[in-house]
């Protein structure tokens, strides 16, 4: 995420108030920034200053409530990443939920976790060096623990369309958007005649890939962020969907992440107490991976050409569903590993 | 009055290859989220132009087939099932961003 310009505190009246009822009424809000590529959601960095002492905050809040929307409610978000931060991992800290008096509309607010986001950067820039030898291991070993959370704690999420069987549930989403894609179908159609014998169920991310990990050039993965899509299911998913081709970006020869091999990913994650899984398990959850992105860029061309949300991102996200069934269809072919 | 209209000049590829020039000088004067946006506006005026000279984009029948996929009426010819999606899916990926197949723009 890339800050722009100090926006005007006048404008933010709202959330300054917000924070004020959490964090005391004589704190400070400063240095109100949106960064560009917020995602799905809209996002605020603030500073909190309380008695000279300054701490970096980030307020997400739902900007896009389909009711077919494949996201987890913010409320569901929070309370994930409040048992994974009570885990001890990397997640950013949250702090409180807005609520009806907030007049925010569904959201929360998090500790700010610094670092670098974008992948080119992480996996080219020479401040990431020394950094880079280390994050799939580091990367395998955030997974391990994540999937290692008592599933008991996250029966809220049973019921979600992707934790009951997630090849349906993108199936839902792809007929929904009423646009027939006949490489979609196909993706489909492969992936249901070579569904995996047996599927673990594990706490999953379930939006695990580079994009989502802020690095630190001297200290690694500091954060791991966007828990909007998190489920119950096979790890194998999560596995799958951080060697998806869609985010090797500089090292499409490198599935894990651009920076290494599945066997290195599979070899770490194994090493860091994860289950066993082989290259070719890994292999059908890219597949699914491509099949996943294409409709999610279906998604977004939805939202903006039923007008619920237009936008030239969204606009461009349509047209580049072609670029993923290419992927895709070269991948099921053989082309591309 | 009548319906047909001269070919005027300049043509609609070249407006678009203008107005990309335009957002192109906008860029270094903006503000980081609004030149991500420069950026991606440029990006769809590129599909415009390609596909203005590739001419519509049209598949006759996608609903047919994608039923007949799904049914497994193709499972008996799947190679050539996706040689035929993937000689429609590069023309596609030729007009939204030839790079993509390491073709130039």
């Known amino acids: 995420m890339t800050a722009q310009a100090t926006e005007p505190l006048a404008a933010h009246a709202d959330l300054i108030a917000a924070v004020r009822r959490r964090l005391g009424s004589g704190v400070d809000v400063e240095n109100i920034a949106i960064p560009t590529l917020g995602g799905i959601n809209r996002t605020i960095l603030f500073d909190v200053v309380d008695r000279g002492h300054a701490r970096r905050y980030v307020s997400r809040q739902e900007t896009y409530v389909d009711p077919d929307s494949p996201f987890l409610p913010t409320g569901d978000q929070f309370r994930a990443m409040r048992i994974a931060f009570d885990h ?7 702090v409180f939920e807005y609520d009806t008096t907030d007049g925010m509309g569904n959201g929360f607010v998090t500790a ?15 401040a990431f060096d020394a950094v880079r030898p280390r994050l799939v291991g580091e990367a395998a070993d955030i997974l391990a623990r994540i999937h290692a959370l008592p599933l008991a704690g996250f029966d809220f999420l049973g019921h979600r369309p992707g934790s009951v069987d997630t090849l349906s ?3 839902d989403l792809y007929d929904g958007y009423r646009q027939p894609r006949p490489a979609i179908e196909a993706g489909f159609r492969w992936l249901e005649r ?17 994009g989502n990990l802020m690095v630190d050039a001297a200290l690694g993965i500091s954060g791991v962020l966007d828990w909007e899509c998190a489920h119950l299911g096979s790890p194998a998913e999560d596995l799958g969907w951080f060697c998806t081709r869609s985010w090797r970006f ?14 290195d990913l599979l070899d770490a994650y194994r090493a860091a107490g994860g289950g066993f899984y082989d290259a070719d398990e890994i292999r059908y959850w890219e597949i699914f991976g491509l099949v996943r992105f294409a409709v ?16 030239l991102v969204y606009a461009a996200c349509g047209r580049n569903t072609a670029l993923v069934e290419y992927d895709l269809l070269m991948t099921l072919a053989g082309h591309y590993d | 009055m009548t319906d047909a209209l001269r070919p005027q000049s300049p043509d609609m590829g070249d407006i678009l290859r203008t107005v990309q020039a335009f957002l192109k000088e906008c860029e270094p004067q903006l503000a980081a989220e609004s030149r991500y946006k420069a950026q991606v506006a440029s990006y769809l005026l590129g599909i415009c132009e390609r596909e203005i000279a590739h001419g519509p984009l049209r598949r006759e029948g996608a609903d047919a087939l994608c039923a007949d996929i799904r049914a497994g009426r193709h499972d008996g010819n799947w190679e050539a099932l996706l040689d035929q999606l993937l000689d429609e899916t590069r023309a596609a990926v030729r007009v939204t961003k030839p790079s993509h197949m390491g073709e130039k723009a």
């Open chain 1, 250 to 263: 500089a090292g499409p020869n490198r599935p894990a992440a651009g920076l290494a091999s599945r066997q």
């Open chain 1, 194 to 210: 070579n569904r995996p014998d047996t599927v673990d169920r594990a706490f999953l991310h379930g939006d695990f890939r580079l």
């Open chain 1, 296 to 311: 999610l860029n279906m998604m977004q061309n939805h939202g903006h050409v039923s007008g619920q949300r237009r936008g």
């Open chain 1, 112 to 126: 700010f976790a610094a670092g670098e986001t974008m992948p080119k950067r992480i996996q080219t820039g020479a």
């Open chain 1, 88 to 94: 001890g991992l990397p997640v950013p800290e949250p």
């Open chain 1, 169 to 171: 549930a993108h199936r």
